[in-house]
């Protein structure tokens, strides 16, 4: 920002207000109707103007340059101010991008790790759905086993007692009563030797 004297200025100012001010004050007081040489007025004009600058500059300067200066540094701070808030701002956005990105980061890994976990947990599943189908397998076949050995048991059971009524009947059938009693002691006979 490029500075401007102070002091220019306000001698600037203060004369064009001046000027104005006796310009119109001469103009006003105009001889009525009398003709007065040019350079007189021209003189007094030019006389009023350095007294009244003299004065304006002598007594306005300090306080006009106080406010100038004032001023001046009310609106450098005012732009410092802005400038500092810019950049802290700036900060403040880059900083939310920084945690956007590893917010982004975080979400994609804590997403990654529930894929895996629920891939695990699917195979842990799945394998624990096998053993169960493998043990309800190996429990019907025992089952199966276990009922087929009783049928077959008791179709044997069945199967000689049918067999033994047949024979009772046709041995019946075909022995009188005195071939029952040589048929018994016949038994009799061996199982006594036996004992």
Same mark, same amino acid.
């Given at each position: 920002?490029?500075?401007?004297?102070? &002091? %220019? !200025?306000?001698? $600037? #100012? $203060?004369?064009?207000?001046? &000027?104005? $001010?006796? $310009?119109?004050?001469?103009?006003?007081?105009?001889?009525?109707g009398e003709e007065t040489p040019l350079w007189k007025d021209y003189m007094w004009k030019i006389i009023n103007f350095g007294v009244l600058a003299f004065i304006l500059f002598k007594f306005a300067k300090k306080p006009l340059q106080s406010f100038l200066k004032q001023r001046t @540094?009310?609106?450098?701070?005012?732009?410092?101010?802005?400038?500092?808030?810019?950049?802290i701002a700036q900060k403040a956005l880059h900083e939310?991008?920084?945690?956007?990105?590893?917010? @982004?980061?975080e979400i994609e890994e804590i997403l990654s790790a529930a894929k895996r976990s629920g891939e695990q947990e699917r195979e842990k599943i799945i394998e624990?759905? &096998?053993?169960?189908?493998? %043990?309800?397998?190996?429990?019907? *076949?025992?089952? !199966?086993?276990?009922? #087929? %050995?009783?049928? *077959? =048991?008791? !179709?044997?059971?069945?199967?000689v007692e049918i067999a033994i009524e047949l024979a009772e *009947?046709? !041995?019946? @059938?075909?022995?009188? %009563?005195?071939?029952?009693?040589?048929? #018994? =002691?016949?038994s009799l006979t061996k199982i006594g030797g036996k004992g």
């Open positions: 920002m490029k500075k401007f004297n102070l &002091n %220019k !200025i306000s001698v $600037v #100012l $203060v004369s064009c207000i001046l &000027n104005l $001010v006796f $310009v119109s004050f001469a103009i006003a007081s105009g001889g009525a @540094d009310l609106i450098e701070k005012t732009l410092k101010e802005a400038r500092e808030a810019k950049e939310a991008e920084e945690r956007l990105k590893t917010k @982004d980061k624990e759905s &096998n053993k169960l189908k493998e %043990k309800i397998f190996e429990q019907a *076949k025992a089952n !199966i086993e276990y009922e #087929l %050995k009783h049928a *077959k =048991e008791a !179709i044997k059971e069945e199967a *009947k046709k !041995i019946k @059938d075909k022995l009188t %009563k005195s071939g029952q009693e040589k048929l #018994l =002691e016949e």
